[in-house]
């Protein structure tokens, strides 16, 4: 199975911005839909957003219109956009596959911590 490797988390200020990253070594890559979670200390997993190989997005409530998810095929790779930052987006932040859609995750990586504070 492939792994994944997440980066581009950190420190930010509320109303900032940060760019996640998240590589594969899936060949396969085009096929699959992925996704991002995000897990904050003593609460559930829970997913930010999803894209199909063909581009199409799906937001959790919480971030529409704040996060952009996007997908390389070429590169193998995906990434998250996130905008004006709130607190309350501060957690670890995973890439996946979309459990909605292929009813099974890939080994999770170590995520990247992502932490919102002035």
């Known amino acids: 199975q492939a792994q994944f490797v997440e980066s581009g988390g950190g420190l930010a200020q509320p109303g900032g911005s940060l760019r996640l990253s998240c590589s594969t070594s899936?060949?396969?890559?085009?096929?699959?839909?992925l996704a991002w979670y995000r897990q904050a200390p003593g609460k559930r997993r829970e997913l930010v957003a999803t894209?199909?190989?063909?581009?199409?997005?799906n937001y959790g409530d919480s971030v529409k219109g704040r996060f952009t998810i996007s997908r390389d095929n070429a590169e193998v790779s995906l990434y998250l956009q996130m905008d004006s930052l709130k607190p309350e987006d501060t957690a670890v932040y995973y890439c996946?596959?979309?459990?909605?859609?292929?009813?099974?995750?890939?080994?999770w990586g170590r995520g990247t911590q992502v932490t919102v504070s002035s």
């Open positions: 996946n596959l979309d459990y909605g859609e292929h009813g099974t995750y890939w080994p």
């Open positions: 899936e060949i396969n890559f085009r096929v699959y839909t």
């Open positions: 894209i199909s190989g063909h581009g199409v997005t």
